[in-house]
């Protein structure tokens, strides 16, 4: 916020700046788990009288012919009919919450399971599967 006021007090009225609002993005580590959340959680979204579906996937951290991989669990809450992405949880014991910084851009982007199920997130074995988690998690949004 204080950056925006500073850009607004010292720009002219064609560079001006607007908040756009928070996701309320977070992320906890306990032990050997890490959890991280962002967007609209089921109860939100029934308060807010939307219709939405959710999807929840278990799927493994990165390839498993390479050592330490571990399950990551991932549900998405989308909207009906336009399928645009509204909130992610995720959670496991390696690399879930760096899945957090492409799921709060989707939401912040507009896109839809659709779009991020295609989306071409980097590969290679001690990162992900071949189908990165989240492509997998959005390819089951129906």
Do not use: C
């Not at 064609?14 to 788990?33: D, F, I, P």
């Not at 899945?99 to 071409?120: K, P, Q």
């Amino acid at each position: 916020m204080g950056r925006i006021i500073g850009v607004n007090v010292v720009s002219d009225n064609k560079k001006s700046l607007e908040y756009v609002g928070s996701l309320g993005t977070g992320a906890v580590k306990v032990g050997r788990y890490e959890a991280g959340r962002t967007g609209l959680n089921e109860v939100q979204a029934q308060e807010l009288g939307l219709a939405y579906k959710t999807t929840l996937i278990s799927t493994l951290n990165h390839t498993e012919y390479w050592p330490d991989y571990s399950d990551i669990d991932i549900k998405l809450i989308y909207e009906v009919g336009s399928k645009r992405l509204l909130g992610a949880q995720v959670f496991g014991k390696k690399d879930a919450v760096l899945r957090m910084t492409a799921l709060t851009t989707a939401i912040h982007a507009g896109l839809t399971t659709d779009e991020i199920g295609f989306i071409d997130y980097a590969y290679a074995p001690p990162f992900s599967t071949t189908w990165e988690a989240i492509n997998i998690a959005a390819n089951t949004a129906k």
